[in-house]
């Protein structure tokens, strides 16, 4: 591929690349990204579905790359766990998140996405131990978002890390429901607060698909009876909205709420403040 400036490889000629060349060479931009604070969060909305008002925020990582643009986390994730630094990254996120909370005025929750490399390793629990500590935050406003990948491999010690978390006081919250091999064991024995239906029901269901729209409704039901939160992912329309308020979600998230984004200046006094002064 063309040399020129450190970082401009791969990009323009990816099939010139292997795909592992092309990943060594992202994975070192990943580290200066670290190391230069060139790793942000936005935070998305989820809003209570019979109010409106914001009950949680979900915290999402971005990354702006110097040549490439805003890359997909569900791109540089698996970049980031191959080069052994999901531990790093994510007790930045952790701390981040939660010393953010403590800025807002309206008390909302902080919701985290916790990969399944990272709740395997060593040090998860003492990093959000470490955060809450730190930062004063209520474990009860923080938020663990897990998927059903979890549990691929060994069950029992997943279920133990899961329980060690939620002895701390924060909530556990299953991604993603339903677009996976859900098996359905998992919602009772891992004791989850809340499940989040993936956005391909919410669009199915929306669209006239039966089974979609099936699916949904044991889902629902099945939440209500273990006393499960469930929040609906990806709304992206005032009808997706109403059908999934008519059918009992509890919570929803989605573009039409709003889309993730540096958090609001009037949630928080102090840039209020800094912002008239610049005015
Ligand atoms: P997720 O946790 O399921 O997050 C929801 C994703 O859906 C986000 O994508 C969000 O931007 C997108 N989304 C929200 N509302 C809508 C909508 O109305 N329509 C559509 N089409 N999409 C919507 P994003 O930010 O690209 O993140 C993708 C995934 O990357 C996340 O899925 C999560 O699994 C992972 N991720 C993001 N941040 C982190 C992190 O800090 N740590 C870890 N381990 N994973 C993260
Ligand atoms: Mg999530
Ligand atoms: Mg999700
Ligand atoms: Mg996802």
């Known amino acids: 591929a063309k040399k020129g400036g450190r970082g401009d ?16 060479l992202l ?15 936005a935070y998305q909305p989820i809003v209570d579905a019979r109010t409106k008002h914001t009950v949680c925020r979900e915290a999402l990582l971005r ?19 191959d080069a052994g ?6 007790s930045w996120v952790i701390r981040e998140a939660c010393s953010e909370a403590m ?12 990969s399944a490399a990272q709740l ?6 003492q990093t959000v131990i470490d955060a809450l500590a730190r930062t004063g935050l209520d474990p009860e406003r923080l938020e663990l978002e897990v998927t059903e990948t979890i549990f691929i491999g060994d069950e029992s010690e997943t279920l133990d890390s899961l329980e060690r978390l939620r002895a701390l006081g924060v909530k556990l919250v299953l991604d993603d429901f339903g677009k996976g091999y859900s098996s359905l064991g998992y919602l009772s024995r891992a004791h989850f607060s809340k499940i989040k239906i993936d956005r ?12 979609c729209l099936a699916i949904l409704r044991a889902i629902l039901a099945l939440a209500d009876g273990l006393e499960v939160i469930t929040t609906a992912e990806g709304v992206e329309s ?42």
């Open 9 to 24: 490889y791969a990009f323009f000629e990816p099939r010139l690349l292997e795909a592992a060349e092309h990943n060594r």
């Open 27 to 41: 994975e070192n931009d990943v580290r200066e990204a670290l190391a230069t604070n060139k790793m942000t969060l």
């Open 63 to 81: 990354w702006d790359h110097h040549i490439r643009g805003a890359i997909s986390p569900e791109r540089f994730i698996p970049i980031i766990e």
């Open 85 to 90: 630094l999901i531990h790093q990254i994510g």
């Open 103 to 114: 800025r807002w005025q309206d008390g909302a929750a902080v919701a985290v996405n916790i």
């Open 120 to 125: 395997s390793g060593e040090g998860l629990e």
């Open 200 to 211: 391909s029901f919410v669009r199915g269901a929306a669209e006239g698909q039966r089974d």
């Open 238 to 279: 005032e009808r997706e909205a109403a059908l999934l308020s008519s059918l009992g979600v509890e919570q929803m998230q989605g573009f039409y709420f709003g889309r993730p984004e540096a958090i609001e200046a009037d949630l928080i006094p102090e840039r209020r403040l800094a912002q008239r002064q610049d005015a």
